[in-house]
């Protein structure tokens, strides 16, 4: 089994951000830009999260995945604010190859019975959110971790795959974007209770926390944001930054979390395989 | 590409038909989605594409009358690709949810991933990701879209089932997915099928496309 390394891009208006635990949300560029930079450096999927998910900005979304799909030839989960199957329908006619949904899932579970029966299982992801609380109990969240549900993440789960999910998303809304690493405990517990695939998330800041969540945490995919962000911005031009705003942060080109070591693709790949955890090589991607 | 056939893309509600359109174009096929059987019959050339379940795909098939269509096109000689369902599709029979008749065009049935293990590890079904393709004899895949792919090139699976061709000479290419060793490619004459998605592939994928634009304008 080769386990798949996903870049997230969190997507607000026409733009990539980065939100930072406790800060906000930074601009760091057009998602078009780092979508083509990932492809080309051996990504195996692609997540969009549109982390706004206001509908009077869904046009620019759709934009988004039309322009990515015709040129990027690897599978494209999109999420975030998907609320009913003809959410689902216009992402997937807009060239997602996936949908990711929390929030209305949790709401109206239905939903993803409905949406698995119209759209094939493995289109749907069920993405769930959890935080730890101090007596190291999860809870699952919605809306970055704004909203609590008093839902525990594990059953919810097992029930999310019943229900006909083809895949789990678990993001540890603690560990996002700290660099601290996965958290471990939650990636494995929901790993093991479920037949499907899960792609952890949340907390990476070098390749060795990447090899912990899959040889401890169990995860079969991981997706990899800021760790892998950072890393992209210093390739690039600083002057196709120079109309986006945010740019002392983008062109200072530092890391803003000392945690966060910046890493390409190969870097995680290499890791992965050196340690013997089967992944598919840079190398043989077919990218220059 | 002048003269090239325009290749009808079956649209029977299932999945994705926008990245194989995208793929089709990339590589100057002109390609075009249809859910008209007459359009299919007529077609240059024809991808049969599908996510989702066997017995609802072959149900909305029946319905819309491309069964016929199809099995009329295919003994035309001219080019048919199935993906994904698509392959599943053109066996005799299927046991998803119970016993669904396909369009046999290739001898065979469809049957779920046996459980299997890797190390400790349960492997997951569906098999979501990347694995490598295999050429199942030396020279299987000469004269199909594979042709100028390195053996053990990775492409990209999304699925629970698996074919299973009912003589050797169907089976194109291999791939192990845990311990179990299953056909990710088919062929019987004009007919070409693979398990994988070549248009989510990255560009090992696309020149699967153009190797199978390069056979459409041949």
């Not at chain 1, 208006?13 to 949300?25: D, Q, R, Y």
Request: hydrophobic share 40%; with cysteine.
């Amino acid at each position: 089994m080769n386990i798949r390394v996903i870049p997230r891009l969190d997507i607000k208006g026409p733009n990539l951000v980065k939100g930072i635990h406790l800060e906000g949300l930074r601009v760091l560029g057009k998602p078009e830009h780092f979508a083509r930079f990932y492809y080309e450096s051996g990504a195996d999927e692609l997540i969009y999260l549109d982390v706004v998910a206001s509908l009077y900005e869904r046009n620019s979304l759709h934009d988004i995945i039309k322009r990515t799909s015709r040129e990027i030839f690897i599978p494209l989960t999109v999420g975030g604010g998907l609320r009913t199957i003809d959410d689902i329908r216009a992402v997937l006619r807009a060239g997602a190859d996936k949908v990711a949904v929390n929030t209305a899932g949790i709401r109206r579970p239905d939903l993803i019975t409905e949406a698995a029966s119209r759209f094939g299982s493995s289109t749907i992801l069920v993405s769930i959110e959890a935080i730890r609380h101090s007596d190291g109990r999860y809870e699952a969240c919605t809306d970055n971790g704004r909203e609590r549900t008093g839902i525990d993440p594990f059953e919810w789960a097992e029930r999310a795959v019943d229900l006909g999910a083809g895949e789990i998303m678990v993001t540890s809304v603690d560990r996002e974007g700290t660099g601290k690493g996965f958290d471990l405990e939650l990636t494995r517990r929901i790993a093991e209770s479920v037949d499907v695939p899960v792609i952890a998330c949340g907390g990476a800041g070098a390749p060795d926390d990447v090899l912990a969540v899959v040889q401890e945490g169990r995860a079969d995919a991981v997706a990899l944001a800021s760790i892998l962000h950072y890393g992209c911005l210093r390739t690039i031009d600083e002057s196709e930054f120079a109309a986006e705003g945010n740019v002392e942060f983008l062109t200072g080109r530092r890391t803003p979390f000392s945690k966060i070591t910046p890493s390409a693709l190969a870097d995680v790949k290499r890791r992965l395989a050196e340690a013997g955890v089967e992944c598919r090589p840079v190398e043989e991607t077919g990218c220059a | 590409m002048p003269n090239t056939p325009r290749i009808a893309v079956v649209d029977y509600g299932m999945g994705n038909l926008y990245s194989v359109c995208h793929a089709c174009r990339h590589v100057g096929l002109g390609a075009f989605v249809t859910g008209d059987p007459e359009e299919v019959f007529r077609a240059g050339a024809v991808i049969l594409p599908g996510v989702g379940a066997f017995g609802d795909a072959m149900a909305t098939l029946r319905s819309l009358g491309m069964v016929e269509a199809l099995r009329n096109y295919a003994a035309t000689g001219k080019l048919l690709f199935g993906i994904c369902l698509g392959l599943q599709l053109l066996m005799e029979r299927s046991y998803e949810f119970g016993e669904h008749e396909g369009l046999g065009l290739i001898p065979g049935e469809v049957v779920r991933f046996p459980d299997a293990v890797m190390g400790v590890r349960k492997i997951k079904v569906p098999q979501i990701g990347w694995n490598r393709v295999k050429e199942a004899r030396p020279g299987a895949w000469v004269g199909t879209p594979l042709e100028p792919l390195r053996d053990g090139v990775y492409q990209y699976f999304v699925h629970s089932y698996i074919v299973r061709p009912a003589l050797e000479d169907f089976v194109v290419a291999r791939t192990v997915y845990g311990d179990v060793a299953f056909c990710s490619a088919a062929a019987a004459g004009n007919i070409f099928a693979c398990q994988f998605h070549p248009e989510r592939s990255g560009p090992q994928g696309i020149q699967i496309y153009k190797q199978f634009a390069a056979l459409v304008s041949s």
